[in-house]
């Protein structure tokens, strides 16, 4: 068996808060592309592509500096990792929605 | 080559991606359960790097998917185009019948494939800072799971809407789709 020291759980409850963040970006940044042409044209990062390469790109980089920071301030910290899981979880189920074309179409009046 | 790359892109790395999980899943819970024995360092170290390439291989389906394979999914047929079969997209939208696999299954596919690689780079990073420690972890552990378990099912809308694309409009170069009657008349460049 490996001996892996007690870490704090600051770590991972960073990964997983930073994981809800970026994936509620990306799909309010979809709902957003989907229901303006001026955002869905500014975020056609690589125009063959359209917005979806926008979109992927920021909530890319948005996913991975909410990770440095929010690993940056927990790495060595014991948190309330019930309460910041149930924040993810509510992000990514924001996220998932935000993804799914019918309710898309419902915030948007569709 | 544009039908051998989407291939590669739904059956090499989608494929590899969503064979991946189970196991994935399989891995994390057996060498982290408190009521099994602990893992070898053996057996973790490779739990730890079978987990990397997994969120690997999740990253290049998706970027692949985005800036290779999705322009020429959604390229637009020059005017007078009779045959659309080199164009998915307009090809797709073309019929009543199968209008939904685009604005619906293409819609959801294309954004929805992109949280998998997300939730998966988490549950290898997980797994490769806390290792078996994660028996003692629990409130960790039921959440790597549970992102893992996300993570499949975000992969397997993305690979069964590709499987029913492939089907009924294939990505294709419009130069292997039969010339049209206005090519012909050389009214399409």
């Known amino acids: ?3 892996t020291a007690d870490i704090p759980n600051g770590r991972a409850a960073a990964a997983f808060l930073a994981a809800g963040i970026g994936s509620f970006v990306f799909g309010a940044l979809s709902l957003a592309g989907d229901a303006s042409p001026a955002i869905n044209k500014a975020l056609a990062f690589y125009v063959p592509s359209g917005a979806l390469s926008g979109v992927s790109t920021v909530a890319v980089v948005l996913w991975l500096v909410a990770w440095f920071v929010l690993a940056t301030l927990w790495r060595r910290k014991q948190v309330a990792l019930k309460t910041i899981n149930l924040t993810a979880f509510g992000l990514l189920a924001g996220g998932f929605l935000l993804t799914f074309p019918p309710f898309m179409d419902l915030l948007q009046g569709k | 080559m544009r039908h051998f790359l989407t291939l590669l ?23 982290t ?6 893992p070898s360092e053996r057996e973790e170290f490779f739990v730890k790097r079978a987990l990397q390439a997994l969120a690997a291989v999740g990253w290049i389906a998706v970027t692949a998917g ?12 020059p ?3 009779a045959d659309l079969a080199g164009y998915p997209r307009s090809l797709l939208l073309s019929h009543p019948d199968t209008a939904w696999l685009h604005s619906f299954g293409m819609e959801w596919k294309e954004h929805v494939a992109w949280l998998a690689p997300i939730l998966l780079t988490v549950v290898a990073y997980i797994y490769t800072t806390y290792g078996a420690s994660l028996a003692r972890h629990r409130g960790i552990r039921a959440t790597a799971l549970a992102f ?15 499987k029913l694309l492939g089907d009924h409009a294939p990505v294709q170069s ?11 008349a050389g009214t399409v460049k």
């Open chain 1, 1 to 3: 068996m490996s001996i």
């Open chain 2, 148 to 162: 893992t378990v996300l993570a499949f099912f975000a992969a397997g809308v993305a690979g069964e809407f590709g």
């Open chain 2, 66 to 77: 985005t800036y290779v394979i999705y322009p020429w999914y959604r390229a637009k047929p």
């Open chain 2, 174 to 184: 419009p130069a292997a789709a039969p010339v049209t009657a206005q090519a012909q």
């Open chain 2, 79 to 81: 005017a007078g185009t």
């Open chain 2, 33 to 38: 359960s408190s009521a099994t024995h602990p």
């Open chain 2, 9 to 31: 892109h739904g059956w090499g790395a989608g494929g590899i991606f969503l064979v991946g999980f189970p196991l994935a899943l399989i891995a994390i819970a057996g060498t």
